[in-house]
C-alpha cells in the first residue's frame, strides 16, 4: 500500500509537470515571430507614455487633437484621453474635487479662487497596462497587447459585451456609438509605427507628455526614470500601467 | 463487469454521439476561427495592420520644416520653441499632401491665445499668464507679441 502511495504520487507529479511544461511550449509556439512591417520591426519597441503634471495647463489641445486624429465621435462625452481638475482643501486629500468638462476639449473655465486650496490638472488617457485587465477579460481576443506593448482593440472582432469597459480600472474605454464596438486609445499606432509621435504629444505645447519607447537605449526616458520620483496610477491594482506621471498629487486616482 | 459490457451497444451509441459532436465542434471551428487567430497571440493577427493602416490626420512639425523651414526656425529659437505647429494651425496632414486644395488653419488670435494664457489657478505659477480683462482689453494679442517669436 505505501508503495503504492508513493508510486501515485511520483505519477502524479511527473503527470502535472510535463503538462505545465508541455503548456509552456505550446504557448511559445502561439506566440510566434511578431509581425514585420515595411520599416518597422515591433519587437525593438516597448511602447509608453510620460506626463508632466507639473506642465500641464489644461488648454485640452490634446483632446482636440486625439478627437480629430482618432474620428472619436464629436459628442462631447466620449475621448479617448481627458484631462481632470483636481482641487484638494487643506489636508483632506482623500476627497479631492474633481471636474472635467467634455473632458478639458474647450478648457476649464475658472472655478476656484487662488488660496482656496491647491488646484492642479491631470491628463488621463489608456495607460497601456503590461497586465491589462481588459485583455485578460474579453472573451473572443479582440483587444490585446501588441508585441511593442499596445493595447489595441480589434474593431473586426469585438462584440460590444463591454466586459473591458467595466474591468479597465481607469475608465479608459467606451463604446462608440457608431460602430457600437469598443474604442479606446491605440497611442496612435498608425503613428508610431511610421515614426511619428501621438497626435496629444504634437500638439501639446508644454511637453507635458511625451511619448517614451521603453526598449530604446537612446531614450532619455531612462536617465528621466532615475533622476525623477515618477509614480503611476492605481499600483496596487497591478496591472503594470505603462503611463508614467511625474509630480503626481497623492489624491489622483 | 460482464453486466457493463453486456450492453455493449449503449456505450457504442454514446461514444457515437461524442464523436459526432466532436466534428461538429471541429468543423466549426474551422469554419469561423479566421486563420490568422493565434499567430501572435489570442488575437487575430491582422489586426496589427488594421490599426496601422489608418491615415494620418496630423502631419507632425518635420512635415512643415520641409517647406515652411524659415518659419520653424524662427520658433525653434523662441519661448515657443516647444510649441508644434499643429497646437494652433489645426492638423495638417491634408495640407501637408495637398498644399493648395487645403490651407492651414490662421487662427482667431485673442481666443486661440487666451485657451493657454488665460489665468488660471490651476496652471502652474510659473506659466505666463494674463488676466484679458486688465490685460489689453480692447486690443489684439499679435499687435504686441509675435506668436513665432512672443517677446515678454
Known sequence: ????????????????????????????????????????????????????????????????????????????????????????RGDDLEHPQVDSPDGGRDGFPERYRAGEGKTFFVPKMCNHCAHSPCVQVCPVGATFHSPDGVVLVDK????????????????????????????????????????LTTACCEVCPTGARQLVDLKDPEDPIHEYLRTHKVQVLKPHMATKPKAFYNGLDGSVR | ???????????????????????????????????????????RAGALADNRARSLVHAGRAACAACHAERVAELRKSKHAGVGCESCHGALAAHASEPKAHKALRPEGRALCLTCHRTNVARPVSFPQVDPRDHAPEGACTDCHSAHDPGP
Open chain 1, 156 to 195: 473586426k472582432y469585438c462584440l460590444g459585451c463591454r466586459y473591458c469597459v467595466q474591468a479597465c480600472p481607469y475608465g479608459c474605454r467606451y463604446i462608440d456609438p457608431a460602430t457600437r464596438v469598443v474604442d479606446k486609445c491605440d497611442l496612435c499606432y498608425h503613428r508610431i509605427t511610421r515614426g
Open chain 1, 1 to 88: 500500500m505505501t508503495a503504492d502511495r508513493r508510486q501515485f504520487l511520483l505519477q502524479t507529479g511527473k503527470l502535472l509537470l510535463l503538462t505545465g511544461a508541455a503548456g509552456l511550449a505550446y504557448e511559445h509556439v502561439l506566440a510566434g515571430e511578431p509581425e514585420k512591417a515595411p520599416g518597422y520591426d515591433a519587437t525593438r519597441h516597448w511602447w509608453g507614455m510620460l506626463i508632466d503634471v507639473e506642465k500641464c495647463i489644461g488648454c485640452g489641445r490634446c483632446v482636440r487633437a486625439c478627437k480629430e486624429e482618432n474620428g472619436v465621435s464629436p459628442e462631447p462625452f466620449y475621448f479617448r484621453t481627458w484631462v481632470e481638475r483636481y482641487q484638494v
Open chain 2, 1 to 43: 463487469m460482464s453486466r457493463l459490457f453486456g450492453h455493449g451497444e449503449h456505450l457504442v451509441r454514446v461514444l457515437g454521439l461524442f464523436a459526432a459532436g466532436l466534428l461538429l465542434f471541429l468543423l466549426a471551428k474551422a469554419l469561423l476561427v479566421p486563420a490568422d487567430f493565434g499567430v501572435y497571440g489570442h488575437y
